[in-house]
């Protein structure tokens, strides 16, 4: 889809003031090709906070944000269970949009918001900043190395002691996990491509209540290529070691990566690679959706590439929920 192009400065609003809302107004402030104008929150007092801090006018819903006439782009970095209607609103008020993943905490409601910014003309950005860590990067340069991959894992497991009382931590606002935490699939769809089949099982401390102190999700998948791999998502007051490491295991050598350094292990030689900072990677990427907008320049990912990440989470979900196998080509016949 070929966009209008902008001309500078391109006008922004940002919903949402976390971490990642912080990160992307500072990276927006910070090029001059850009001008952020305004922001809504969910809490008045940190809204008015963040609003000072980054001098903005803050709008009461993001209704209002979306429906200003003048503004370019709205950056949708609140909870999860919003960013779809959000998204939704803001192409529907013809905005190009950026949103941290996940884009929808369903498939169903990803393939219209896909379909939609299509018709609309829009940019539809899905954040995957893990894709452009040097982590990442260093994993898929070995990968030419090792010869046929055969086995691959993913973890990544964050104890909290005590579990915080937060959105991330209430099962509606969050989404499933392995949606919600949609990274540790994309990396391994981004390396290994397409997934045959998911099996998955998740677990919640405690089980029944929407607000829990920890959850682990465990998930297979079967990729075309051959490729087995094993992700463990992890977090909260029933975990007490942090970790996380992503490796492969091919018939020519193995790679491991943990955040620090990756280890390349091959039959006549054994190599330390040092990893760099995670730092500047939300500058990098709004740089990039700049240069798209701007200047036409293509993008480190595709909404299409975020959204068969998401059909393979929600796979994962449905096989968690029903204890089966679930072939992921087949999802358009299950209800997710």
Avoid at 94 to 123: D, F, I, M, S, W
Avoid at 288 to 302: D, G, R, S
Avoid at 308 to 329: F, I, K
Wanted: charged fraction near 20%; include cysteine; aromatic fraction near 8%.
């Amino acid at each position: 889809m070929s966009l209008k192009r902008l001309t500078p400065p391109v006008r922004a609003g940002i919903i949402g003031t976390g971490f990642a809302a912080g990160r992307r107004a500072r990276a927006l402030q910070e090029d001059d090709r850009a001008q952020l104008v305004a922001a809504v929150g969910h809490q008045p007092e940190k809204t008015e906070q963040f609003a000072r801090t980054y001098g903005l006018q803050v709008l009461p819903h993001w209704q209002d944000l979306v429906a200003l006439s003048d503004l370019d782009l709205v950056v949708v970095s609140t909870i999860n269970r919003d960013c779809a209607a959000i998204a939704k609103g803001a192409l529907q008020a013809r905005k190009h949009v950026v949103v941290e993943y996940p884009l929808a905490l369903n498939l169903t409601a990803g393939r219209e918001l896909l379909v939609l910014a299509q018709n609309q003309q829009r940019l539809l950005h899905v954040e995957h900043i893990e894709v452009l860590g040097e982590l990442h990067q260093v994993f898929k340069q070995a990968l030419s190395q090792l010869g046929e991959v055969s086995y691959a894992r993913y973890s990544k497991i964050a104890p909290k002691h005590p579990a915080p009382q937060r959105w991330s931590y209430q099962k509606s606002l969050f989404g499933f996990p392995l949606v919600a935490s949609l990274s540790c699939i994309h990396r391994l769809t981004d390396a290994f491509g397409m997934v045959s089949s998911v099996s998955c099982q998740t677990r919640y401390w405690p089980e029944e209540q929407e607000q829990y102190g920890a959850c682990l999700s465990t998930a297979q998948l079967t990729f075309k290529c051959g490729t087995i791999a094993d992700i463990i998502y992890a977090k909260g007051d029933r975990f007490w070691h942090p970790e996380r490491r992503l490796e492969a295991r091919g018939s020519q050598g193995s790679i491991i990566c943990s955040s620090q350094s990756a280890l390349l292990i091959q039959e006549d030689r054994t190599r330390e690679i040092a990893i760099g900072s995670r730092r500047g990677l939300f500058a990098e990427d709004t740089r990039q959706v700049l240069n798209h907008l701007i200047a036409a320049e293509p993008l480190y990912i595709t909404a299409e590439a975020s959204l068969y990440a998401l059909q393979v989470a929600c796979a994962a979900e449905q096989s968690a929920a029903t204890g089966r196998v679930v072939w992921v080509d087949e999802l358009d016949a299950i209800a997710v």
